[in-house]
């Protein structure tokens, strides 16, 4: 079923596409669903070196970061702006600490040591993308599906609910900046959107939160 979305409206505007993912494509249906809404082409578990697979869910995170490097340099030769997206898969399990890699946990809970680990990963991903031709030019956006259940006060945990937002551009966000008012998932389309000056046709329930605010989401 075809959808509008980011990837739709970015390829209309000359853009190049890609999705990254650490296992099989075919988890969840996913490579069908994003073929069908705007992705060209499909990074997954079968494109990446078979010694680094050490799951069900296919090689750690710093192998997918590392091994899309080389993808979006090939894209930035077309001299044509691309969207990237990655969809990392070390935060669940089974939890399995990398070996034979500069990272070291100082914490004895696994799941501890995970946050520790994904965290480095993402720092690995920017510091090989910085020295890269396509870096001062690039949006970085760090975001996720969910958080976690952290002392629940309720019978739903609102800590659940709690995810990042977090927006990077070096040469591109020349005052960084704090936003405190309430936003959702639905919301980062019309904000990425107002940030690349695009126009286009907002067909979702979202806003742009950086000129306009909500008093309250669902």
């Given at each position: 079923?075809?959808?509008?979305?980011?990837?739709?409206?970015?390829?209309?505007?000359?853009?190049?596409?890609?999705?990254?993912?650490?296992?099989?494509?075919?988890?969840?249906?996913?490579?069908?669903?994003?073929?069908?809404?705007?992705?060209?082409?499909?990074?997954?578990?079968?494109?990446?070196?078979?010694?680094?697979?050490l799951?069900?869910?296919?090689v750690p995170d710093?192998?997918?970061?590392?091994?899309?490097?080389?993808?979006?340099?090939e894209?930035?030769?077309?001299?044509?702006p691309?969207?990237?997206?990655?969809?990392?898969?070390?935060?669940?399990?089974?939890?399995?600490?990398?070996?034979?890699?500069?990272?070291?946990?100082?914490?004895?809970?696994?799941?501890?040591?995970?946050?520790?680990?994904?965290?480095?990963?993402v720092?690995r991903?920017?510091?090989?993308?910085?020295?890269?031709?396509?870096?001062?030019?690039?949006?970085?956006v760090i975001?996720?599906?969910?958080?976690?259940?952290?002392?629940?006060?309720?019978?739903?945990a609102l800590?659940?609910?709690?995810?990042?937002?977090?927006?990077?551009?070096?040469?591109?966000?020349k005052?960084?900046?704090?936003?405190?008012?309430?936003?959702?998932?639905?919301d980062?389309?019309?904000?990425?959107?107002?940030?690349?000056?695009?126009?286009?046709?907002?067909?979702?329930?979202g806003?742009?939160?950086?000129?306009?605010?909500?008093?309250?989401?669902?």
């Open positions: 079923q075809p959808h509008a979305g980011m990837a739709k409206i970015l390829t209309q505007n000359n853009y190049q596409t890609i999705f990254f993912c650490t296992h099989d494509a075919q988890f969840d249906n996913m490579g069908g669903f994003l073929s069908s809404n705007g992705f060209a082409k499909i990074v997954s578990e079968k494109d990446y070196p078979a010694e680094e697979v799951s069900t869910l296919g710093h192998v997918m970061f590392e091994e899309s490097i080389a993808y979006l340099n894209l930035h030769g077309n001299a044509k691309f969207l990237a997206v990655m969809l990392t898969g070390s935060n669940h399990g089974p939890l399995i600490i990398p070996e034979n890699i500069p990272f070291k946990s100082d914490k004895v809970n696994i799941k501890e040591q995970m946050i520790q680990y994904s965290d480095w990963a720092g991903l920017l510091d090989l993308a910085e020295r890269q031709e396509w870096f001062d030019s690039t949006l970085f975001t996720g599906d969910h958080g976690a259940i952290v002392s629940p006060v309720y019978d739903m800590s659940y609910h709690h995810i990042p937002f977090i927006i990077y551009g070096a040469s591109i966000i005052m960084p900046k704090k936003f405190d008012n309430v936003g959702g998932q639905i980062m389309f019309p904000t990425l959107m107002g940030l690349l000056g695009i126009e286009y046709v907002n067909n979702t329930f806003i742009d939160l950086i000129s306009e605010k909500r008093p309250f989401i669902y």
